[in-house]
């Protein structure tokens, strides 16, 4: 369908490859352990980027629904990099609470109001169903470009923790320049959004999160999922680290570790380290790129219903086998990480057919800020756990949470409805 081509979808392709993010992604932990940092210090400023998530998605959510898509997405990606250069100077624990409050709020203003935008710009050209195409392509894109930046935040890290954060700011700020370009939806304009008051987007929210054929998807995706997943983001790094090393595949430790350390401890840095971890996060990128590519494949072939079963279990499953054999973690962080944006791909779709034009950045946003209050108790209890024995141990304690979770909502209430029809209304 040539709304792939249009100048607006273009323009969003241009958008999604400055996001940037895999240039410090390799080194980001390493970066705050360098500073200093311990462990749990390291979980509690997640911890308070997703309780900042937690309370101001709804809000940024709302006042993307007033502002517009294209304000709001300048919003946070001008938060982004300034933050991006301030975590590059950061030196304190104090400063990286105060910069994750800030890095939390940039991607709230971007969360929901992004997949609303492409959602709604299809919409405008007839072609609502092609979202999950399109989104996928974007995701694509993101990754393709996250591999280059992976292998290069990986080779500056080795010179310098902080450089890939200041390239990374670079690139987002460049993203400014595209976002500006972007139309406001006419579905948007003629959605009265711009004027819906506080009490009329709170009962938009209740009413939409309140849907029989939303209410366990979000239970199994935007709770268990998303919060398993997002410590496979956390524990990567550490857990990468400790594996390669007992395995002796030729990194080197550049400061001697006690002679008792836990070797799954987050050690301090290392000489090879990451660049390694820089090629391991591109060969990611690259496999989870190539099925973002071709997720309207994946929708049409596999189905929404098989994805959503499998995937989890099947993380869950590696995860919680890795003490058992450590280095089934190299493939269970590898299949888990690379399985999240295809996810969020499809969960976007889903979604989306399922909500109304108004107050929809609202109730993206809601069913983000769900998943942030989600993780925040995994994060806290993965830090004690992680300090106490190791983080494999706590990322296999989060995979046994996951596939017993799944399965007891599965056995609940499918999570997952038939085809109802791309753009259908949602039950009222």
Same mark, same amino acid.
């Given at each position: ?123 405008? !050209?007839? !072609? ?5 195409? @399109? ?22 890290? =080795? ?37 819906? =008051? @506080? ?67 987050? !050690? ?67 299949? =888990? ?92």
């Amino acid at each position: 369908m040539h709304v792939r081509l249009s100048g607006s979808i273009v323009k969003y392709y241009l958008y999604k490859a400055t996001e940037a993010v895999e240039f410090y992604r390799p080194i980001m932990y390493l970066y705050f352990a360098s500073r200093g940092l311990s462990f749990t210090q390291i979980v509690v400023i997640e911890a308070l980027y997703n309780v900042t998530t937690v309370l101001g998605e709804i809000p940024t959510g709302y006042v993307g629904d007033r502002i517009g898509r294209r304000n709001s997405l300048l919003v946070g990606s001008a938060l982004i990099t300034v933050t991006l250069v301030g975590l590059a100077f950061a030196a304190s624990f104090p400063a990286f609470a105060l910069l994750f409050v800030c890095w939390s709020l940039g991607y709230n203003f971007r969360s929901g109001t992004e997949d609303a935008w492409v959602y709604e710009t299809l919409i405008d !050209a007839a !072609a609502s169903d092609e979202f999950t195409s @399109v989104r996928g392509r974007g995701q694509s894109i993101a990754l393709t470009a996250g591999v280059g930046a992976s292998l290069a935040g990986g080779y500056l890290g =080795g010179f310098d923790l902080a450089y890939p954060f200041l390239a990374a700011a670079l690139f987002t700020g460049l993203g400014l320049f595209v976002i500006a370009t972007l139309d406001e939806p006419t579905t948007y304009e003629e959605s009265d959004a711009s004027e819906m =008051g @506080v009490r009329e987007a709170w009962d938009i929210v209740t009413r939409a999160v309140g849907q029989r054929r939303l209410r366990s998807f979000i239970i199994y995706y935007f709770v268990l999922f998303s919060a398993v997943t997002y410590l496979v983001f956390i524990f990567l790094q550490p857990v990468f680290e400790g594996v390669v090393t007992d395995l002796n595949l030729g990194v080197t430790l550049s400061v001697p570790l006690p002679a008792r350390a836990d070797p799954y401890a987050l !050690a301090l840095s290392t000489d090879d380290v990451e660049p390694l971890l820089g090629a391991y996060y591109a060969a990611i990128n690259l496999v989870s790129a190539g099925i973002s590519y071709r997720i309207g494949v994946v929708r049409d072939r596999i189905g929404l219903r098989r994805w959503f079963v499998g995937v989890p279990l099947l993380v869950g499953g590696l995860l919680t086998a890795m003490p058992f054999a450590p280095p089934i973690a190299l493939v269970a962080l590898f299949v =888990g990480w690379a399985s999240v944006e295809p996810t969020r791909v499809l969960a976007g779709q889903y979604v989306n057919d399922r909500i109304e034009t108004l107050g929809r950045a609202t109730v993206l946003s809601a069913m983000a800020m769900v998943s942030a209050m989600t993780v925040i108790p995994f994060q806290l209890g993965s830090g004690v756990v992680s300090d106490a024995v190791s983080p494999l141990i706590a990322l296999s304690v989060a995979g046994a949470i996951l596939v017993v979770g799944s399965i007891g909502i599965l056995l609940w209430e499918s999570p997952i409805e038939g085809a109802t029809g791309v753009g259908s209304e949602p039950e009222t």
